[in-house]
């Protein structure tokens, strides 16, 4: 499954575009999940990151992330691909996540 899609991608708003909203005024992008545990990546803002020549090296999200602490922070679409869990399984991400969660919704409910 492909984490981030060319549509994915235009929703996200850039960095620091939602920082002046409330929480119950930005939507929750993306969903992506460890099927072997807990973790939970809820993403708010994406970029892409560029090397000096301007070529895309790899794309970076901020957002909300349930794993051993619950917290806003940022985190890499390679190193997402990256991680292998139990039986070979890769982080996924839910296809039947909306756009109509809220950040202020996913802090406090379980998502």
Do not use: C, Q
């Not at 991680?83 to 809220?102: N, P, Q």
């Amino acid at each position: 499954m492909k984490l981030l899609t060319k549509e994915l991608r235009e929703k996200f708003p850039k960095f620091r575009e939602t920082e002046e909203k409330n929480p119950e005024d930005i939507p929750v992008i993306a969903k992506f999940f460890a099927p072997w545990n807990s973790w939970t990546w809820y993403a708010i803002e994406g970029e892409p990151i560029l090397d000096e020549h301007r070529k895309e090296i790899d794309y970076h999200f901020f957002g909300y992330v349930r794993g051993f602490a619950n917290e806003l922070g940022y985190f890499s679409l390679k190193e997402m691909e990256s991680v292998k869990g139990a039986f070979g399984l890769g982080i996924e991400r839910d296809l039947y996540f909306g756009e109509e969660h809220t950040l202020k919704e996913v802090i406090d409910t379980r998502l």
